[in-house]
């Protein structure tokens, strides 16, 4: 089975700071994605990333960077935490065409 | 016009009842068709793969309509447990739609 591994379930963080969101899968998939969810808004590709060290614009970049150094590990970095950051983020992992595969999300929120 | 979009609901239905959703999609070259079902509080989880001849999986039932572009999940006898939110992607926008809220009551 594809195991793919957030670092923490559920993380709280100041306004301000810098936040970092790790994802691993252990599929050596090529294809990784960061979302988020919010209530009445379903889920929003953020950034995506098709090989090592190569990025992807999603839906709603503003305000996030990533980082894709090995072809596990995929990052999501706030870069200056804001209120409105407070979500649910899911990473997913795939090999295309087949479909993705998620990990248990990471319940962040920014006071 | 979103890529991909599906009525959010939501559906209450009786146990025993037969429920459809659509999911309509824009990118006309898109190739591969999922249904996701994702329970409150919890990552979403591959439900089925759309075919294009349709695929059915016991008691769920999966279509593609090409030139309408469109996507449909049928579940027959409903249960209290498919009480969830069901999400369509289209994966070559790897985009999901909103997801339709389903509540299953005895």
């Known amino acids: 089975d594809v195991k793919v591994t957030q670092s923490s379930r559920y993380l709280v963080k100041r306004t301000g700071e810098k936040v970092f969101l790790e994802c691993v899968q252990d599929?050596?998939?090529?294809?990784m994605f960061w979302y988020r969810q919010d209530p009445g808004l379903g889920l929003r590709l953020i950034y995506f990333?098709?090989?090592?060290?190569?990025?992807e614009k999603g839906d709603i970049p503003e305000g996030y960077s990533v980082s894709r150094e090995k072809k596990e590990r995929f990052s999501l970095i706030l870069e200056s935490a804001s209120t409105n950051q407070t979500s649910m983020y899911l990473c997913?992992?795939?090999?295309?065409?087949?479909?993705?595969?998620f990990g248990d999300g990471t319940r962040l929120s920014i006071l | 016009r979103k890529e991909v979009e599906q009525d959010p609901g939501p559906f209450n239905v009786p146990e025993g009842a037969t429920v459809a959703f659509n999911c309509t999609y824009s990118?006309?070259?898109?190739?591969?068709f999922f249904w996701y079902r994702q329970d409150c509080r919890k990552e979403p989880k591959l439900l089925m793969s759309?075919?294009?001849s349709g695929n059915e999986d016991g008691r769920f039932t999966a279509q593609l309509n090409r030139a309408s572009q469109y996507i449909s999940l049928l579940i027959r006898d409903s249960k209290l447990s498919d009480s969830a939110t069901y999400l369509c992607?289209?994966?070559?926008?790897?985009?999901f739609g909103a997801g339709t809220r389903l509540t299953v009551k005895p």
């Open positions: 990118n006309s070259a898109s190739q591969s």
């Open positions: 759309v075919y294009s």
């Open positions: 990333s098709y090989d090592v060290k190569m990025k």
């Open positions: 997913a992992s795939t090999q295309s065409p087949e479909p993705q595969h």
């Open positions: 992607v289209v994966n070559g926008d790897m985009r």
């Open positions: 599929m050596d998939h090529e294809n």
